[in-house]
């Protein structure tokens, strides 16, 4: 095994597991590292793997990355995404506590996995702003987006990120305490869940990119 398959399934491993740590999340005694651990995987498999992206196609072929071949890679995709589904299916299929809110339970579902997901998004942008701007400028633009500051609760200034996460927990409290109706948080819910799958899409783009 050369190092270029080396250095892929180092990459692939980083990338599959930085999500499920960061969704999942996982504790040191009493400290909550999930979206710290799981972040840092994400974002230092991709800064891994774009590391030797050669932005110029002009330049010599000597000097170019050396290109792996789809079918090399194909079986560590697989199970890279064989993890992320069974993660899902883990989450996905618990049960409901007795009593529980699905509609609560999903909220609370909701805000937990798009807050990994941005902070993932917005951390790989982070790491090289201007490259990003550059070579991904549709990626680059939605992370500022995400940052334009929001007031919330009429005095809190926050990312528009954060900002949405705060509304949707709020009118989930007025809802538990019935100043809310089921309709207002179903709004506010799909506001969040339809910008986390926008992150999510651009989480599949830039992780896939070429590096050639």
């Known amino acids: 095994m050369n190092t270029d398959t080396l250095q892929l399934i180092g990459q692939i491993i980083l990338i599959g597991l930085g999500p499920i740590l960061a ?10 590292v999930d979206h710290v ?3 840092f995987a994400l974002v230092a498999g991709v800064i891994w793997k774009f590391w030797h992206w050669d932005a110029t196609p002009a ?3 000597a000097t170019r990355p050396v290109t792996i071949p789809i079918t090399k890679i194909t079986p560590l995709l697989a199970i890279a995404a064989g993890l992320l589904v069974l993660d899902g299916c883990l989450t996905g299929c618990a049960p409901l506590q ?6 609560v339970v999903r909220t609370e ?3 937990t996995i798009a807050k990994g997901t941005f902070d993932d998004l917005l951390g790989i942008d982070n790491a090289n702003r201007a490259f990003f701007a550059t070579n991904a400028p549709g990626f ?3 992370c500022e987006w995400l940052r334009q500051p929001q007031v919330v609760e009429e005095t809190n200034a926050l990312p528009r990120c ?4 705060a509304s949707l927990d709020d009118v989930k409290l007025d809802y538990q ?3 809310a109706t089921s309709n207002e948080l179903f709004t506010a819910l799909s506001t969040v869940e339809g910008a986390m799958n926008q992150a999510n899409s651009w989480l599949t783009v830039v992780t896939n990119a070429p590096t050639h």
Do not use: Y
């Open 162 to 165: 954060s900002a949405m996460l």
């Open 23 to 32: 969704k999942r999340g996982i504790s040191i005694g009493s400290a909550d």
């Open 37 to 39: 651990v799981g972040g």
């Open 140 to 142: 680059h633009n939605f």
């Open 59 to 61: 330049a010599p072929a």
């Open 177 to 179: 305490a019935s100043r």
């Open 98 to 103: 007795p009593g529980a809110d699905p509609i």
């Open 109 to 111: 579902q909701t805000e």
